[in-house]
């Protein structure tokens, strides 16, 4: 009984202190900086995808979330902060993807469909893709050809999106995809060409 009793009261002192550090703030602070220790920092990422573009040199009101190789493919994530415009660079497996020339070519339409249908059952699951014209922006050193499309997405809570797909051709014969989307409507050219110039 002795034994229980100070079970108990043992059991009900740990209660009273993790409360009074929850009350305190002393709880949130260890969750806090296990979050801080777990997650790099910016400067971190950011050095880490320079073997593939140097982001060093972006302004502040972009934020470099992901830096991932899915299916083969690396990719590295951007966010506009305020506008929450995506800028993604995908260093392809296979280099015949996506071309400089395939982006020019007046029927971009026909390649961009090819990537969907051969894509069309992974994560991004496309109802529609269609291009609506063709620019140029800098960045990477170099004049870079895009395409402006309009895209219908069927599996994600965003349904309706707009934006740029373009091809850099780097020093080392290396492809690299340049992407920028934003929901329909909000998608800014001005935003993507302010974070790509900046990429080196």
């Known amino acids: ?15 009273l202190v993790f409360f009074g550090l929850l009350h305190l703030g ?13 997650t790099p920092s910016q400067e971190e990422i950011v050095d880490k995808t320079k073997d593939v573009a140097d982001l060093s040199e972006i302004d502040d009101e972009y934020t470099v979330d992901k830096n991932l190789k899915i299916l083969q ?35 971009a339409q026909e390649k961009i469909n090819e990537i969907v249908n051969k894509y069309k059952y992974k994560v991004v699951k496309f109802d529609k893709i269609e291009v609506t ?35 850099a051709e780097l020093q080392n014969g290396k492809n690299l995809i340049i992407i920028s989307v934003n929901e329909k409507g909000k998608y800014s050219q001005i935003v993507a060409d302010a974070f790509y110039k900046k990429v080196k």
Do not use: W
Request: charged letters at 30%; proline letters at 3%.
């Open 26 to 38: 002393v709880i949130d602070f260890i969750k806090d900086k296990i979050h801080e220790y777990n």
């Open 1 to 15: 009984m002795k034994g229980c009793l100070s079970l108990i009261i043992k059991t009900i002192i740990a209660v």
């Open 73 to 107: 493919n690396r990719m590295i994530i951007a966010e506009h902060n305020s506008t929450g415009q995506k800028m993604i660079i995908i260093e392809p497996k296979s280099e015949d993807i996506l071309t400089k020339k395939d982006i020019e070519d007046e029927n």
């Open 133 to 167: 014209k063709h620019g140029e922006m800098e960045g990477l050193n170099q004049t870079i050809p895009y395409i402006k499309i309009d895209a219908g997405i069927s599996n994600l809570p965003v349904k309706d999106i707009e934006g740029i797909v373009g091809v």
